[in-house]
């Protein structure tokens, strides 16, 4: 990796910088996502959660 | 008439925005305003929600008012550019391309009325959608350019959101919420049209035809004044109809003289800069006058919770 960046310019470092910036945030905002519908889907079934039949 | 895009003059690289610049493509000074006036419509919702899917309601209100924020400024880039308020936006700056926020909104709009619909109830996801929609295609896209009524009819998008908050308690919509509703649908008016008139140029220049712009700031200072006259009445009912308590009754009668005061300075001061400073007084304290109304109805439900 390291010898990949040094064979670029400042404003392509900055540009993948940035790309690793937001391909982050959009990891966590999925990983939000997930424990968002998690924590619904818990407090919707409350006790039932234990309910299993099989 | 339309102004032809010159985003691409500036020729934005794709990929060259941060995450910072799809914050702000969310608008959130606006966002925050949403948030509080959804936790508002919440809090003073008969019943009860789960906190968690409260939070959950909440945050799928802010991201889908963002997400309509980012479309605005996807569709209005081209005047964007050209407007000291908004120049700084990413598109006008050369941050980001127009497509990328048109995706990220498409996509967060989406996704926040799904969220809200499926995690909440429907009647919520549904009004989301609705405000969603009528801000991009009926206000951005439709009105904005065309008439200087936009920022009146445009205005119901940004009164949705306590009704949001209520529906996602209660399930429905009720009389209450549709008197929230109208508080800030009648606050709308006189509240841009203070800032339109100091800013008249900036509108001008770009084309809108925001009400000084088109019929002069004569009309525009009277029409400030009729709009005052029904936003303070209207706002004064949530007390009358037993949606908020004596404290909410007196706030809403002295921020309504002041509002009025400051509303009938704008109509009689018309020359030089004390015109000027009395539409930029009128404008601040809009903000304040909201923010204030709808802090005290939050505050006498949340005591009358706590009490209970």
């Given at each position: 990796?390291?010898?990949?960046?040094?064979?670029?310019?400042?404003?392509?470092?900055?540009?993948?910088?940035?790309?690793?910036?937001r391909?982050?945030?959009?990891?966590?905002?999925?990983?939000a996502?997930?424990?968002?519908?998690?924590?619904?889907?818990?407090v919707?079934?409350?006790?039932?959660?234990?309910?299993?039949?099989? | 008439?339309?102004?032809?895009?010159?985003?691409?003059?500036?020729?934005?690289?794709?990929?060259?925005?941060?995450?910072?610049?799809?914050?702000?493509?969310?608008?959130?000074?606006?966002?925050?305003?949403?948030?509080?006036t959804?936790?508002?419509?919440?809090?003073a919702?008969?019943g009860?929600?789960?906190?968690?899917?409260g939070?959950?309601?909440?945050?799928?209100?802010?991201?889908?008012?963002?997400a309509?924020?980012?479309?605005?400024?996807?569709?209005?880039?081209?005047?964007?550019?050209?407007?000291?308020?908004?120049?700084?936006?990413?598109?006008?700056?050369?941050?980001?391309?127009?497509?990328?926020?048109?995706?990220?909104?498409?996509?967060?709009?989406?996704?926040?009325?799904?969220?809200?619909?499926?995690l909440?109830?429907?009647?919520?996801?549904?009004?989301?959608?609705?405000?969603?929609?009528?801000?991009?295609?009926?206000?951005?896209?439709?009105?904005?350019?065309?008439?200087?009524?936009?920022?009146?009819?445009?205005?119901?998008?940004?009164?949705?959101?306590?009704?949001?908050?209520?529906?996602?308690?209660?399930?429905?919509?009720?009389?209450?919420?549709?008197?929230?509703?109208?508080?800030?649908?009648m606050?709308?008016?006189?509240?841009?049209?203070?800032?339109?008139?100091?800013?008249?140029?900036?509108?001008e220049?770009?084309?809108?035809?925001?009400?000084?712009?088109?019929?002069?700031?004569t009309?525009?200072?009277?029409?400030?004044?009729?709009?005052?006259?029904?936003?303070?009445?209207?706002?004064?009912?949530?007390?009358?109809?037993?949606?908020a308590?004596?404290?909410?009754?007196?706030?809403?009668?002295?921020?309504g003289?002041?509002?009025?005061y400051?509303?009938?300075?704008?109509r009689?001061?018309?020359?030089?800069?004390e015109?000027?400073?009395?539409?930029?007084?009128?404008?601040?304290?809009?903000i304040?006058?909201?923010?204030?109304l709808?802090?005290?109805?939050?505050?006498?439900?949340?005591?009358?919770?706590?009490?209970?």
């Amino acid at each position: 990796m390291a010898s990949v960046m040094s064979g670029m310019n400042e404003e392509e470092k900055e540009r993948l910088r940035r790309q690793r910036m937001r391909s982050l945030a959009i990891a966590l905002a999925l990983g939000a996502l997930v424990a968002l519908f998690y924590a619904a889907t818990i407090v919707r079934l409350g006790g039932n959660v234990f309910n299993r039949p099989y | 008439m339309p102004l032809q895009s010159n985003v691409e003059r500036l020729a934005p690289v794709s990929g060259g925005a941060n995450v910072g610049d799809f914050v702000q493509l969310l608008k959130p000074r606006v966002m925050s305003l949403v948030v509080f006036t959804a936790i508002t419509g919440m809090v003073a919702a008969p019943g009860v929600i789960h906190p968690v899917l409260g939070i959950i309601a909440l945050v799928a209100i802010a991201i889908g008012a963002g997400a309509a924020g980012a479309l605005n400024m996807w569709y209005d880039a081209d005047i964007d550019a050209h407007m000291a308020r908004t120049a700084a936006r990413p598109i006008p700056r050369g941050r980001m391309t127009p497509d990328e926020a048109l995706s990220f909104g498409a996509v967060l709009s989406v996704f926040s009325v799904l969220t809200l619909g499926v995690l909440v109830n429907w009647t919520a996801g549904a009004l989301l959608a609705i405000t969603i929609g009528f801000y991009l295609f009926v206000y951005t896209m439709w009105l904005k350019r065309r008439t200087p009524q936009n920022i009146v009819i445009g205005g119901a998008a940004g009164s949705f959101p306590p009704m949001i908050g209520w529906a996602a308690v209660t399930g429905n919509v009720s009389i209450e919420s549709v008197l929230m509703f109208l508080i800030i649908f009648m606050w709308t008016p006189p509240h841009f049209w203070a800032l339109a008139l100091y800013r008249c140029r900036d509108y001008e220049r770009v084309g809108v035809p925001m009400l000084p712009v088109v019929a002069g700031p004569t009309e525009t200072r009277r029409q400030i004044w009729l709009y005052s006259l029904l936003l303070v009445p209207t706002a004064a009912l949530p007390s009358v109809i037993g949606l908020a308590g004596p404290v909410y009754a007196v706030t809403s009668v002295i921020l309504g003289a002041m509002f009025l005061y400051l509303a009938w300075k704008v109509r009689k001061i018309t020359e030089g800069r004390e015109a000027d400073a009395a539409a930029k007084k009128l404008f601040g304290f809009s903000i304040l006058y909201l923010f204030l109304l709808f802090a005290v109805m939050l505050g006498e439900h949340a005591v009358a919770r706590l009490m209970a």
